[in-house]
């Protein structure tokens, strides 16, 4: 074969530029406005020198962060802080995908850096390896993501002297101090505080083939501190001192594994925390999980706030707020949670303006929402 001409040398140049253009721009996370800085009130701890995560005075949230729920996850920090009473003392533990596919843990690190200036947060790659052997197959793909499991694996990855933590889905909004829900009491016997619904169907969240089962079905239930009840894992505080000592982790997967072996539920990564801990979660108010502001799975229908006071909206669900705004089709809760959208759109705006500080104040938010 002859040298390569001129032109073929320029072709190939062309070529890889534009792929690793294309890899480039695939893999770029949105841009997004500065949030505005908040600072502790009258009142709140002072920070001890040199605790840095271990200060005993700080409030502990864990989320899960990766790109595809990035812009739920920016506004949901958002809220969290505007409506803290000590915005300074709130402590962020995300946990991110540890892949080879971007964007990587630094980028999405940069991200918040530049919408939080102020921060407190540490990211922990979180190896999807250590759940995919486990993971059956669910109704709905999302819920067979590695990330879904890995607030099993949070007394781990967290630091040890980080006694309890609130566990937060992306899809959530705070209307209230969130200290409120850090300071529940957790008696002895439990493990995880959680909004409880007892009024829901339990059993459907099992096949016939487990509740037909004399060794499973009621039996796992006996014996426990209540009858179980329905609870949603996007809104927990959990005590990782306890969790570590009962080996929480290797429970929850003793049932992910028998569900590999015989069909025991339905969905994802909810039914196992409900086979430990249903009957044993130490119940709080419902204004903490306004939850189901998704839709409904199977129609795709709006739904209201459940009946009482509002401290923390939940879209959980099938459709998230963000993709119906961007689809022009938002149910009515969906412009409250815009007013914490920090998301710039480059391509519709031609400005790519932040949202202005009035569209993000509580005064643009219905007032008919929410009760003190």
Same mark, same amino acid.
């Given at each position: 074969?002859?040298?390569a001409?001129?032109?073929?040398?320029?072709?190939?140049?062309?070529?890889?530029?534009l792929a690793?253009?294309?890899?480039?721009?695939?893999?770029?996370?949105?841009?997004?406005?500065?949030?505005?800085?908040?600072?502790?009130?009258?009142?709140?701890?002072a920070?001890?020198?040199?605790?840095?995560?271990?200060?005993?005075?700080l409030?502990h949230?864990?989320?899960?962060?990766?790109?595809?729920?990035?812009?739920?996850?920016?506004?949901?920090?958002?809220?969290l802080?505007?409506?803290?009473?000590?915005?300074?003392s709130l402590?962020?533990?995300?946990?991110?995908?540890?892949?080879?596919?971007?964007?990587g843990?630094?980028?999405?690190?940069?991200?918040?850096?530049?919408?939080?200036?102020?921060?407190?947060?540490?990211?922990?790659?979180? &190896?999807?390896?250590?759940? *995919?052997?486990?993971?059956? /197959?669910? %109704?709905? +793909? @999302?819920? !067979?993501?590695?990330?879904?499991?890995?607030r099993?694996?949070?007394?781990?990855?967290?630091?040890?002297?980080?006694?309890?933590?609130i566990y937060?889905?992306?899809?959530?909004?705070?209307?209230?101090?969130? &200290?409120?829900?850090?300071? *529940?009491?957790l008696?002895a /016997?439990? %493990?995880? +505080? @959680?909004? !409880?619904?007892?009024h829901?169907?339990?059993?459907?969240?099992?096949?016939?083939?487990?509740?037909?089962?004399?060794?499973?079905?009621a039996r796992?239930?006996?014996?426990?501190r209540?009858?179980?009840?329905?609870?949603?894992?996007g809104?927990?505080?959990?005590?990782?001192?306890?969790?570590?000592?009962?080996?929480?982790?290797?429970?929850?997967?003793?049932w992910?594994?028998?569900?590999k072996?015989?069909?025991?539920?339905?969905?994802g990564?909810?039914?196992?925390?409900?086979?430990?801990?249903?009957g044993e979660?130490?119940?709080?108010?419902?204004?903490?999980?306004?939850?189901?502001?998704?839709?409904?799975?199977?129609?795709g229908?709006?739904?209201?706030?459940?009946?009482?006071?509002?401290?923390?909206?939940?879209?959980?669900?099938?459709?998230?707020?963000?993709?119906?705004l961007?689809?022009?089709?938002?149910?009515?809760l969906?412009?409250?949670?815009?007013?914490?959208?920090?998301?710039?759109?480059?391509?519709?705006?031609?400005?790519?303006?932040?949202?202005?500080l009035?569209?993000?104040?509580?005064?643009?938010?219905?007032?008919?929402?929410?009760?003190?």
């Amino acid at each position: 074969m002859g040298g390569a001409t001129p032109a073929m040398w320029a072709g190939l140049v062309l070529l890889a530029f534009l792929a690793a253009s294309g890899a480039e721009g695939a893999s770029a996370l949105p841009r997004f406005a500065e949030a505005p800085e908040y600072r502790n009130g009258d009142g709140c701890p002072a920070a001890v020198a040199g605790a840095g995560v271990c200060d005993p005075g700080l409030v502990h949230i864990a989320m899960t962060l990766d790109a595809h729920y990035l812009r739920g996850s920016m506004a949901a920090i958002y809220s969290l802080l505007k409506h803290a009473s000590c915005p300074e003392s709130l402590f962020f533990h995300f946990l991110a995908a540890d892949a080879d596919a971007a964007p990587g843990v630094g980028e999405l690190r940069t991200a918040l850096a530049a919408s939080f200036p102020s921060l407190r947060f540490e990211i922990y790659p979180f &190896r999807p390896d250590a759940v *995919t052997g486990l993971i059956s /197959a669910s %109704v709905r +793909a @999302a819920l !067979e993501a590695p990330l879904n499991y890995a607030r099993n694996h949070l007394a781990d990855l967290l630091p040890r002297c980080v006694p309890r933590a609130i566990y937060l889905d992306s899809d959530v909004l705070a209307v209230d101090d969130v &200290r409120r829900l850090w300071e *529940t009491r957790l008696p002895a /016997a439990a %493990v995880v +505080a @959680a909004p !409880e619904y007892c009024h829901a169907n339990f059993s459907r969240y099992f096949t016939d083939a487990f509740w037909s089962d004399p060794g499973l079905g009621a039996r796992v239930f006996a014996g426990r501190r209540r009858a179980p009840c329905y609870f949603n894992t996007g809104v927990m505080v959990i005590d990782l001192r306890r969790w570590r000592s009962g080996n929480y982790r290797h429970r929850i997967e003793q049932w992910m594994e028998l569900q590999k072996e015989r069909r025991i539920y339905e969905l994802g990564s909810l039914p196992p925390f409900l086979l430990v801990f249903a009957g044993e979660v130490e119940a709080v108010d419902h204004r903490w999980n306004q939850h189901g502001l998704g839709g409904d799975n199977v129609l795709g229908s709006c739904r209201p706030l459940h009946k009482g006071p509002v401290s923390l909206m939940h879209w959980s669900g099938k459709g998230k707020p963000w993709d119906r705004l961007d689809a022009g089709r938002p149910c009515p809760l969906d412009h409250t949670w815009k007013s914490y959208d920090l998301y710039i759109d480059d391509v519709h705006s031609s400005s790519a303006s932040a949202p202005s500080l009035t569209s993000l104040s509580s005064s643009a938010l219905p007032a008919a929402v929410f009760s003190w």
